[in-house]
């Protein structure tokens, strides 16, 4: 997906938002926003937005001092989502189709973004989740592509979300590659992160080789990039990445909430609604 | 009141929307981006946001070639106000307290501002006045000073607001100058649109003689700046005014919705709760 001109204004917001959270001083923070404001014209509305997000949040680290603003943050995201494993895995356990439930739950996970939603209720949305309709559904696909498929590629999205990642790569049954960012970006899940979740006890975890806050494939290591082609069975969490391999002519599940008007649209779907959505599917 | 670091993307989401009013040339669009990203730097926190503000719109009248971005949409917004005109005094003249409704009547007005909000029900909002209860009230020092008047001086805010301002010059009685932008300048109220809202039937319309949007001393004409310093019983109503005034040693009653979180915070009160409010009151 390219950058849109509404997601200028939205840089500046997250800009601001990530710069209050490493300093009171509003002088570094107005810096921030001069420095970015001198970028804006060298953005390309043909790159996507994570392309563009990584490098705003380089400008911030750089400005700042600060090379994980959100590294507490992640960390209790993190705890919080691990402390509902267990009743997440009994409603799993109860529910009529294990597997969908499962499903459901990791898009839960995905409202833990601190890039397009500052609050939420995590809680809350567990609640709710069972009645949600999906948007968008391609569960029929899902599922048989998954009965067939020897392996999964999973993209991780947001520290915290992880957790609820495990618990779908459990129901999946299925040798799995969990992908985390190669290097701490807002509050994308890293390999720290994805340890600290236990996705190591349920698949092997391996970096994209780049840390842009969504897997943009020009970006990512020779080595991912190999294993990116060469997998039949791909699941891509979140926003970020949809961002970045939106366009890309392989085969993918997407697994998201529409959480800001820009991807929506794209979608063609209203902000708040769940997806999971095939591409490139035979 | 000062330029708060949240203005900064407010400014961008403002361009946006304005240059899209104007134009579906993206690159025009992210040339106004561009250019305003540059202008960042330049954006003192000590200034008022109605002086950026100004800046911000000249410039993308520049590169639009628009002088008046507005000017259909605030035909638009006159008359439909201009339409609730009779049902409004025939609720002003039914209620209990004939002044203040009127000066309720003034604050939904103040709902029609294409800065802050872009959307609004001002239908919606009339039938709910009656029941909101000021966040701040003066209203007893607002009537015993409007008692105690020769004349008023009324700080006109958007188009479209200004039939409810009439209302409430009407409600008052007393001798007005009701002031409005020297150009136009977003929605704002100018000499032609206080015209068509019937002003000239109730005040003299005086200018501001400046076209930022809001009542920034500094920028208005001598004249403008002796009849200011020389009034008694000064009405300012809106953001705009607001931001422009809340500092100054002069007595004032300001009239507004809070519809943005940086004024709502400067007040002490919440996005969208109304407010009547004197300052500097003997």
């Known amino acids: 997906m390219k950058t849109f001109l509404d997601c200028i204004p939205c840089f500046f917001t997250q800009a601001l938002r990530t710069a209050r959270t490493v300093t009171d001083d509003e002088k570094v923070i107005k810096r921030v926003l001069d420095e970015l404001g001198t970028m804006i014209k060298d953005i390309s509305l043909d790159s996507s937005p994570p392309e563009t997000g990584r490098v705003v949040y380089h400008l911030i680290s750089e400005i700042t ?13 993190i705890d919080k989502a691990l402390s509902l494993y267990d009743s997440l895995k009994e409603l799993v356990k109860k529910s ?11 898009i839960v996970g995905n409202i833990i973004d601190l890039g397009a939603v500052r609050e939420f209720d995590i809680e809350g949305e567990i609640n709710g989740i069972s009645e949600s309709e999906f948007a968008i559904s391609d569960y029929v696909k899902f599922k048989k592509c998954l009965e067939d498929a020897d392996d999964i590629l999973y993209l991780g999205d947001n520290a915290g979300e992880s957790v609820f990642d495990k618990i ?39 970096s994209s080789g780049s840390d842009a806050p969504g897997v943009v494939l020009d970006l990512c290591s020779d080595d991912f990039k190999k ?25 993918i599940f997407f697994l998201l909430r529409a959480k800001c008007p820009v991807i929506a649209r794209d979608l063609g779907v209203t902000v708040g609604d769940i997806v999971l959505k095939g591409v490139n599917i035979q």
Request: aromatic content about 10%; proline content about 5%.
């Open 168 to 206: 779908l790569i459990e129901e999946m049954k299925k040798p799995t590659k969990y992908v985390v960012r190669d290097a701490p970006i807002i509050n994308d899940v890293t390999y720290e992160d994805a340890v600290r979740s236990g996705i190591d006890e349920v698949a092997a975890i391996i």
């Open 96 to 106: 009529n189709d294990n597997l969908l439930t499962a499903v459901k739950f990791a």
């Open 65 to 77: 001092g600060e090379r994980d603003p959100y590294q507490e943050v992640k960390k209790n995201h």
């Open 227 to 251: 294993t990116f082609r060469d997998a039949k069975f791909i699941i891509s969490k979140g926003q970020g990445n949809y961002e970045a391999l939106s366009e890309e002519k392989y085969p």
